[in-house]
């Protein structure tokens, strides 16, 4: 492949060959191990299954078990491994692992970039990599300038004693040589020189100057690229093609059918699209056509209006509320969303003889590597899956069923061609995964100060994990995707009288984990619930979350640094109008007050304050930008987020009917981290689920309304 970087591409082939250089492999979780963690006798390095290696140039190589895409690990993870190795900054260079085991996920035990979870599942495993290293430099150096072990110190990339200095690469060789001691001790906090500081990010400098490797950026002199014509209808299957008149479209090679469609094979984008236009194609509609999105959304509001299976239970929920001093009502729709990526799904695949060479952004590598040997009768080995840059992923790129990568080896398969596969956007919306269509129903009873004493929740909606690998983790039929940051939620846990139930519905619809996964609806229903409740007792909502969560000390932290730093409780510009929402996710607490006015009947939004307590900040820089980036997301979600159906057919096409969030919509962001010392969590999803409900409680001060189905602009016309 001529046009790949080659330091990319073959880093890994090379790591520790080329050059004499020191490699350090490191613990590896039982999930992942595959053999002895040493290397053959006379070898620089220590083993295959290498995470970090150092050059005779002093360059650092760290691989990393994470993608990148777009949320900054590319630099948050090698700080982890630069602190306790002591390299500078300037040395570090970066690479994705290829597939396969020895890069599974610490928890989760397969290889996966997802959960919010990149850092701290990292946090000790790099940071013992890097001490490991250091430790084995250390004595290297100390045999060959001849002096004592404690006498050395490390900086900057160098070993030090006295008036003696050595780098790190030209004792690389013999470092290599040492066996890995049985224990190192990590430097504390006191000395973290990158750890909660600022550094520039790695990946910044190629992104800015069109360096950087996405797959959209693969090209190569025989490479073909294909569009595939799918379905109209969610389900349906070929019955025949006329290719006839594609493969009269200048440029168009070849058609074949494959399982999920009909690919035009061209020489190049334009060739390929219009050649999937021209292309005839007979369907076999299925089931699917009778999905249409009112009459779902009838389905399902009476499914919620009946108990389902129990997520969370205490007492009797009914009597509760019979005895309540006044019961509020309320029923929520969320519609089906779009992960809407901004770099279309696309896979490159080159199949010679019994071998098959893959690059593509993946959140799953690993779970493609063993799709792509299934389609093709391989032996996971002999298939490699090169990992580049995501263009966006929000779980998109994360299929247990590996869709796109298992179509572009299907076509690539049927068609004896060397091909890159491209979704338009069109595509991604019409022929995609989403977030469920999900529907709640609640009874929130109170006492006679106006707070909660007894609550029935149902929610009905299609399960993430049914039809997964995950199903079997699946406790009394509850997907935790669909119920998290309800049944858990400390506004009703403690609560004498609560349910929360769940219907796990079935539909032809592809769903999959999206952006915050089921906080994106549990989130915005606590938050506007409680706001009505706060309202309901005739009290400021700050101070009505205050007295619920004062034994939530992480909620109230969040709350409190935002209601200070928005100036909470202060009048408001005239014009004006604040709300408020509080919420945790992946570990993380996260509060957010959304300042508007109104144009018309809608939100134009101003400024948003967020305040998060996501435990030690490893990067700081890196979490104002996913606090940013979250925002922005769930509040695109609120405003105009929709996939609807009718005959079984997606409304939407592209971004002039799926919005996101333009520049001139967007509000100006203040990210206020807590100084905190508690368990550290996620940052990539944390602070989406605010937005939306801070965004409705900022309407219904402005506007005395309470909006209960998303998206906005639906339920709020445009009038101006």
């Known amino acids: 492949m001529s046009k790949l970087s080659q ?87 970066v690479t994705h692992s290829p597939a396969g085991n020895p890069w599974n996920h610490t928890i989760f035990g397969i290889q996966i970039t997802g959960g919010s979870s990149s850092t701290w599942s990292e946090f000790d495993r790099y940071r013992e990599a890097g001490a490991t290293a250091r430790m084995m430099l250390v004595q290297a150096a100390s ?96 019955k025949s093609f006329d290719d006839s008149k594609a493969l009269m479209v200048p440029g168009v090679k070849q058609v074949v059918k494959i399982p999920t469609g009909v690919a035009v094979l061209a020489t190049n984008y334009w060739a390929a699209k219009q050649g999937q236009k021209a292309l005839s194609v007979q369907w076999i509609d299925g089931a699917g056509v009778a999905l249409h999105t009112p009459t779902q959304t009838a389905k399902y509001k009476k499914l919620a209006a009946t108990d389902g299976l129990p997520a969370a239970k205490k007492g009797n929920a009914v009597a509760g509320l019979a005895k309540a001093k006044r019961v509020i009502e309320a029923e929520y729709t969320f519609p089906y969303l779009a992960h809407a990526a901004m770099e279309p799904l696309n896979c490159t695949v080159k199949i010679t003889g019994d071998a098959c060479e893959i690059w593509t952004g993946t959140q799953l590598p690993g779970i493609d590597q063993q799709a792509a040997a299934k389609v093709l009768g391989f032996k996971p080995e002999q298939v490699k899956v090169n990992t580049v840059f995501l263009g966006g992923g929000f779980g998109r790129r994360a299929t247990m ?25 069109e595509d991604d919306l019409k022929a995609g995964y989403y977030r469920p269509f999900m ?51 400390p506004y009703i846990k403690e609560l004498p009288d609560h349910f929360v139930g769940l219907h796990n519905t079935k539909e032809v619809v592809p769903v999959l984990w999206y952006r915050s996964v089921g906080h994106t609806h549990t989130g915005y229903v606590m938050e506007t619930i409680i706001d009505e409740l706060a309202t309901a007792a005739k009290m400021d909502p700050v101070e009505y979350r205050r007295e619920l969560l004062r034994h939530e000390p992480r909620h109230l932290a969040a709350l409190n640094l935002v209601a200070e730093k928005s100036g909470w409780g202060k009048a408001a510009a005239e014009g004006r109008f604040r709300g408020v929402a509080v919420h945790e996710a992946f570990g993380s607490y996260v509060a957010q007050v959304v300042e508007i ?90 602070a989406v689920p605010q937005a939306a409900p801070a965004l409705a409680n900022a309407m219904f001060a402005a506007t005395g309304k309470r909006i209960y189905q998303l998206p906005i602009i639906k339920t709020i016309p445009d009038k101006v």
């Open 7 to 93: 330091s990319r591409r073959d880093f890994l082939v090379k790591s520790g060959i080329i050059g004499g250089g020191l490699m350090i492999s490191f613990r590896i979780p039982a999930a992942g191990r595959m053999g002895k963690m040493t290397a053959p006798a006379g070898t620089p390095y220590f083993a295959p299954n290498a995470f970090l290696r150092i050059d005779p140039d002093n360059s650092i190589n760290m691989v990393l078990t994470h993608v990148e895409m777009g949320q900054g690990i590319w630099t948050t993870l090698p700080m982890l491994m630069a602190e306790e190795l002591d390299a500078d900054w300037k040395d570090i260079k």
């Open 143 to 238: 045999a060959k300038m001849g002096v004592p072990v404690d006498s050395c110190s490390t900086s900057n990339g160098y070993v030090l004693s006295g008036d003696k200095k050595i780098s790190y690469g030209e004792i690389a060789p013999e470092a290599a040589l040492l066996p890995k001691p049985e224990k190192v001790t990590l430097r504390p906090s006191s000395q973290w020189k990158y750890i909660g500081k600022g550094v520039k990010r790695l990946d910044a400098p190629a992104k800015v100057n069109g360096t950087a490797l996405f797959g959209m950026d693969i090209r190569d002199e025989d490479l073909l690229t294909a569009m595939v014509v799918h379905a109209p209808v969610v389900g349906g299957k070929v």
């Open 401 to 425: 069923q590996s869709d796109f990568v298992t179509e572009a080896v299907n076509i690539a398969k049927a068609s004896g061609k060397y091909i890159k596969m491209v979704w338009s956007r």
């Open 439 to 489: 529907i709640h129903k609640l009874k929130a009873g109170v006492d006679a100060k106006g707070f909660p004493v007894a609550w029935r929740h149902n929610i009905a909606g299609q399960s993430i994990m049914m039809g997964t690998p995950f199903e079997g983790g699946m406790k009394g039929g509850i997907d935790e995707a669909s119920v998290e940051g309800v049944h858990n939620s």
């Open 597 to 686: 006015s109104l144009v018309g009947n809608l939100p134009k939004i101003h400024k948003v304050w967020c305040a998060v307590d996501c435990g030690l900040a490893v990067n700081p820089d890196g979490v104002r930008a996913q606090m940013e980036s979250g925002i922005i997301f769930g509040l695109a979600m609120a405003l105009y987020g929709e996939i609807s159906f009718d005959k079984g057919r997606v409304q939407q096409n592209n971004f002039y009917d799926y919005k996101i969030l333009r520049m001139h919509e967007s509000p100006e962001i203040e990210v206020f981290i807590a100084d905190s010392n508690e368990k550290m969590g996620g940052a990539g999803e944390c």
